[in-house]
Each structure stands twice: as structure tokens, then as C-alpha cells.
Antibody, heavy 117, light 108 residues
């Protein structure tokens, strides 16, 4: 059974960089059939797609966040990562990593990131 | 970007009743790449429907999806107690991927 697990700091100061890693187990991140993505959800609000990455390193980002987002993949560790710089309180929320195929079929449990000094 | 508008915002129904949720896109969804998700409080979303009408693995057949182009519907034929949750539609045919604002299905 495929599992995804987010890890990273739960508290980030304003103007700093949010960094999260997603570890994939029970399957290979190098499969040619899937993209791997990040999705976030502010408290009490809806879902927002941040971006996605292919095992080759090809990326595509939400234009609303593109100037602040970098995603990378480490196939040797079966992990992919998210960096979001210059964060503000508006970036507070639950961050999910997920597998994208026909729809987003596997999700991590999510990790709450709070931006506060 | 494709804007998805879900209606109604809240649906108040009783167990056993039929639920009909709507998702309207601001432009045609490429290849009908439209998915539906269920989310319960404190949990990650769960994929219910992909490709507008295909049920994901393990999803009960009381959930069905229909529609094409710009108008899509999720139907729950008979609500079970565990179906009361928030439902989101998502289009994944055109970047950026976008979600609707959600429909909350609550117990009447």
C-alpha cells in the first residue's frame, strides 16, 4: 500500500522559507505514470494546488505562487520536497503531499505549518 | 485559470436521502478530467470520482459522477451516516489545477 508522509517545521517566521519533504513508501517515486504534488489548505478554507514534479525533475507550478516556489525530487531517497520563500501569515495552513494520476489518488496525512514570529 | 463553482454551499439532508452536488467550470474541462473528493474534519481528502464518472478504487457504488464540458454532478444515491462531509471538485486537465470551493453535506 502506497503511503506518503510529510515532514518539516511546524512553525516558520514571516519572511523566511518554508521547507517540507514528502517521503514515499510502498512504491517508487520513479514510476513514469505519476506526478507528485503539493496541495495546501488554510484553516477552515478550501484546497489550493501549489505545484507538481515528475521523477525526472520536470515541474509545473501554480502561477499565483510560482515566484516563491521551488520543488525538487530525490529518487535515491524516494522523496520530493517543497520550498516556499518569503512566507507571510497567509501561507499558514495544512500542507499535503500527494500522488497525481487520474485525479489525486494518494495523499499524505498533512502537516500544519504556522507562519508566526 | 479554470474557475470551478460548486453549489449549493451547504446541503442539509437526512440519512437515506439522495444528494446532488453541482460543479460548474468557467471553461470546458479538457478531456473531462474532473475529479470529486470527500473530506472529513481533520483528514486528507479522499478521491471518489475521476474522469468525471469513473469511481476510484474501493468507492461504494452509491457514489456516481456525471457531466461533461462545463457542467458536472456528483450524486450520492442514498446517504449513509459516514457520507456527511465536505465535497470538492477538481479539474486536472489544464494547469493550474484548480478546486471548487466545496459543498458541505450536513445532517438535517
Amino acid at each position: 500500500q502506497l503511503q506518503l508522509q510529510e515532514s518539516g517545521p511546524g512553525l516558520v517566521k514571516p519572511s523566511e522559507t518554508l521547507s517540507l519533504t514528502c517521503t514515499v513508501s510502498g512504491g517508487s517515486i520513479s514510476s513514469s505514470s505519476y506526478y507528485w504534488g503539493w496541495i495546501r489548505q488554510p484553516p477552515g478554507k478550501g484546497l489550493e494546488w501549489i505545484g507538481s514534479i515528475y521523477f525526472s525533475g520536470s515541474t509545473y507550478y501554480n502561477p499565483s505562487l510560482k515566484s516563491r516556489v521551488t520543488m525538487s525530487v530525490d529518487t535515491s531517497q524516494n522523496q520530493f520536497s517543497l520550498k516556499l520563500n518569503s512566507v507571510t501569515a497567509a501561507d499558514t495552513g495544512v500542507y499535503y503531499c500527494a500522488r497525481q494520476a487520474a485525479g489525486t489518488d494518494y495523499w499524505g496525512q498533512g502537516t500544519l505549518v504556522t507562519v508566526s514570529s | 485559470e479554470i474557475v470551478l463553482t460548486q453549489s449549493p454551499g451547504t446541503l442539509s439532508l437526512s440519512p437515506g436521502e439522495r444528494a446532488t452536488l453541482s460543479c460548474r467550470a468557467s471553461q470546458s474541462v479538457s478531456s473531462n478530467y474532473l475529479a470529486w473528493y470527500q473530506q472529513k474534519a481533520g483528514q486528507a481528502p479522499r478521491l471518489l470520482i475521476y474522469g468525471a464518472s469513473s469511481r476510484a478504487t474501493g468507492i461504494p457504488d452509491r457514489f456516481s459522477g456525471s457531466g461533461s464540458g462545463t457542467d458536472f454532478t456528483l450524486t450520492i444515491s442514498r446517504l449513509e451516516p459516514e457520507d456527511f462531509a465536505v465535497y470538492y471538485c477538481q479539474q486536472y486537465g489544464t494547469s493550474p489545477l484548480t478546486f471548487g470551493g466545496g459543498t458541505k453535506v450536513e445532517i438535517k
